[in-house]
Structures are given as C-alpha cells and as structure tokens.
C-alpha cells in the first residue's frame, strides 16, 4: 500500500473535523512513527506542488487537509456565488438530519446517510442555516454542528419543538400528513432562490 496516497484520502475522508496521528495509525494498522514520516512526506509534497491548491494544517492534535491560504479570495468568491442558489438533496437531507439529531458531527451524518457530507455542510454553514456548536469530546474533537436562529427565521419558528415528530408507526394518519407537509415546506423554502442574501429577514418564509 502507498500510505503517503492512503493518508491523503484518510484526510479528505476526515473533512474539516480533521482527525488524528493516532486515529490514522490505527486506520492503517502501522505505528505512529511510520505514519507520522509518511504525513511529513505528503506535507512537503503538496507544498512544493504548484498545481496542487491543498496543504496540511495542524492544531493540536488536529491533522486536516486545508486549501493554500493564496487561493482564500477565489474560495469566498466562489462560496459566496453559491448562497443563492438552490440546495441540492444532499444540503437538504443533511439540514434535516442536523435538524432533529443536534448537535451531531459530521461523521455521524456521513454514517446516517452510507455518504461523505462535507460540502453539503459547507454550503448549510454558507447559508448560516447551521452553526457550530463546539466539539465533542471523543477521539480528535470532532466539531459539533447544529441549527442557527437563522434556520429558526427562515421557517418562522420560535424554536425547535415547533418542528413536528418523525413519522412513526403509531402516529394518526392526520399526524402523518403534518409530517410530510412539513417536509414539502422545508425542501420548497429552500429552494426559493434568495434575492439578497445579506439580508436574512428579506428571505424568510411567507406564511
């Protein structure tokens, strides 16, 4: 096995939570200290690589892969475009799992949903429907994320226990429909192109 290869798409397996040196010597089955010389390589090899916009960064005990700080202004460019445009499935699913599961990390998400979560998140954190919410404490500090009082706004609620319950076997079929009508509401809000997203109040929901 190419462990420099395997510990690049470790990281970007990781997303912005980022992981750790012993989490990865443990995904690889080998000591810290070969897997610490194989992330050194892979560090020099992305910073002398002009054609490479990745580096690694690390915090703590926090090891992740991050764009090159010369590439920030096309990334804001870039994400700020994205604000208005229409959430994929993906944002969606990922909103309402944040929803009713929070705080979660991304991890958790990503084995809800069999998928990697990271740019979703990106583009929810982007839209500031979601927010930070700290870090749990277990192996490598993943970041908590959960919904933000925009998210509350943009649906006219006064806070989360207005959101109505999963369906389940035992709810009334009137119970049910709540349910879903909720759920055509929060893909259709959504999904409304926002005209001015500088200007959260200008987007909320009409109701």
Known sequence: MNYTAAIEALLYAAGDDGTSIGVLAQALELDV????QSLSKLQAQLAADP???LTIIEY??????????????????????????????????VLAIVAYQ???????????RGVNSSGALQTLMARQLLK???RK?????PILYATSA?????????DLTQLP????????????????????QFQAALNTQTTDTDSPQESQVNK
């Open 33 to 36: 200290a070969p897997v610490r």
């Open 150 to 158: 925009y998210f509350l706004d943009y649906f006219g609620l006064t």
């Open 137 to 141: 404490e277990v192996a490598g500090r």
């Open 51 to 53: 054609d490479s916009g």
């Open 102 to 112: 929070q705080p979660i990390t991304r991890i958790e998400i990503d084995t809800l």
């Open 165 to 184: 319950e999963l369906a389940t076997s035992d709810q009334t079929s009137e119970q049910k429909e709540q349910v879903d009508l909720f759920y055509t």
């Open 60 to 93: 703590g005990q926090t090891i992740k892969l991050a764009t090159k700080p010369q590439y920030i202004k096309a990334i804001q460019t870039f994400l700020a475009g994205n604000v208005g445009q229409h959430l994929s499935q993906a944002a969606l699913e």
């Open 132 to 134: 930070e919410a700290g």
